[in-house]
């Protein structure tokens, strides 16, 4: 399967606790997203990277949030001191683009969170 | 800001109705709109996008049309089928990030 992957698909966790979330995207696209999604809503866009470089951050992802793509292949999100609020499908997506025009961008499963 | 607005579900049809859902849209400049669909237990899928005003998006029946002047981007299929059953996301681009509005869930029932 040639599509994004993410990793792990599901994961349950106390308050306060540390999470990672892994995603790899297509081979060779160079733009990389996180987005999360809530119950009922669209998704919202967290962040972006070109290449290794993260060129912009929401205003969602807060000091706890970090997000990782050290090689310009997979990207890492980590959320340190987990809350309730954080419980939410993450999504990465992947594109091809390397200007401003837009490219279709592919997207993973998602990594479903729940903070107990 | 971005942000888009699209018809509040659910949406219950039979089959071979005709389906709209409408989408609008506030954004700086002329961004590139596109429907996204999730179908049960899958991940999102573009279905089709338009890039500037007036260009008709189209995909497995589906079409949109960008009216710049109403600001808006509504999704038709003429006859639909029971696996047309999905969410259906309007979203915008601005720079490459994707604004997605809240989503409009679809059953299509035999």
């Known amino acids: ?116 | 800001g971005n942000s888009v607005t699209q018809m509040e579900g659910p949406v219950t049809l039979s089959e071979e109705a005709f389906l709209t859902i409408n989408c609008t849209y506030t954004a700086t400049g002329y961004p590139s709109l596109f429907w996204y669909v999730q179908y049960p237990g899958e991940g999102l899928q573009l279905l089709l996008k338009a890039t500037k005003a007036d260009d008709k998006g189209s995909n497995k029946g589906f079409e949109a049309t960008y009216r710049k002047e109403t600001t808006s981007f509504h999704l038709e299929k003429g006859s639909v089928q029971v696996s047309d059953s999905a969410v259906y996301f309007c979203a915008l681009s601005d720079r490459g990030k994707l604004s997605f509005g809240a989503g409009t869930t679809v059953t299509v029932r035999a």
Request: proline fraction near 5%; hydrophobic fraction near 25%.
């Open chain 1, 1 to 116: 399967d040639t599509g994004v992957s993410q990793n792990p698909r599901h994961k349950i966790t106390k308050r306060g606790q540390n999470v990672t979330f892994r995603c790899d995207p297509i081979s060779e696209h160079n733009r990389l997203y996180w987005y999360r999604q809530t119950l009922g809503q669209g998704p919202e866009f967290l962040t972006y990277f070109q290449n290794e470089a993260q060129l912009e951050k929401s205003r969602l992802l807060s000091d706890r949030f970090s997000a990782e793509r050290p090689k310009g292949s997979f990207s890492t999100l980590e959320i340190q001191r987990t809350e309730q609020g954080d419980s939410a499908m993450y999504l990465c997506a992947s594109s091809p683009s390397t200007s401003l025009v837009y490219n279709e961008q592919f997207f993973g499963p998602g990594t479903r969170l729940t903070v107990l």
